[in-house]
């Protein structure tokens, strides 16, 4: 089983509409997560972090997580073109050293 | 304020040749990181270090060596470059203490092995 699993496939969405990308994780121990956006070409740029079970709003950004199933997604409400990117779920591995374990990413193309 | 720094932002190498790719982080972080994405792969852990004088091996550490100088710099060393190392390479940074907003990624360096 994968560590982390995000959708597979870019997912096309309308100017003004909602996206939502789902992750799982396999790492029970995992107790922060973490959002992050890559533009073609660019590093990966931090969004959103999540610590505890329940909903985490910031501005047009919601980032939910439910320890028990093992899943966090991100939710982008009125969806604009320069939200285009991919967006890569984090959870953060706690045994031994803190470290970043990433999903392969979630392609998201905005259509004005 | 910089952030985090590498370089070089990108290089070409000739299979068998190596190379230390530098990076240096200016926020007084204590863990320090290297990544490698390739298309399709997202990013894995290469090596890391959890403070000064500490490293530890990641999820794909084979053919890398690094050493972490101080508490501001990070390298990663290629002894004997193979096509199978190109990709694009991210350090990150991340403080031990505190309250953190997640960790702090450089432009990265992308690495081309012929």
């Known amino acids: 089983q994968k560590e982390v699993e995000q959708n597979s496939g870019p997912l096309s969405v309308p100017e003004g509409a909602i996206a939502s990308l789902n992750c799982t994780y396999s790492d029970r121990v995992s107790q922060s997560f973490f959002w992050y956006r890559q533009y073609s070409g660019k590093s990966p740029e931090l969004i959103m972090s999540i610590y505890s079970n329940g909903d985490k709003e910031d501005g047009r950004f919601t980032a939910q997580l439910n320890k028990a199933s093992q899943y966090v997604s991100l939710l982008i409400r009125d969806s604009q073109p320069s939200d285009s990117a991919t967006y890569l779920c984090?959870?953060?591995?706690?045994?031994?050293?803190?470290?970043?374990?990433f999903g392969k990413g979630n392609q998201v193309v905005v259509i004005p | 304020n910089a952030g985090v720094t590498q370089t070089p932002k990108f290089q070409v190498l000739k299979t068998g040749q190596s190379m230390t790719l530098q990076c240096a982080q200016d926020m007084n972080h204590n863990s320090m990181y290297w990544y490698r994405q390739d298309p399709g792969m997202g990013l894995r852990l290469i090596y890391y270090s959890a403070s000064e004088g500490t490293t530890d091996k990641g999820e794909v550490p084979n053919g890398y060596n690094v050493s972490r100088l101080n508490k501001r710099e990070f390298s990663l060393r290629l002894e004997s470059a193979a096509p199978s190392q190109t990709s694009v390479y991210f350090c990150?940074?991340?403080?031990?203490?505190?309250?953190?907003?997640?960790?702090?990624f450089g432009s990265g360096t992308r690495l081309t092995v012929v």
């Open positions: 984090a959870p953060e591995a706690t045994y031994g050293n803190n470290r970043l374990a």
């Open positions: 990150a940074s991340r403080t031990n203490t505190g309250t953190y907003y997640g960790y702090t």
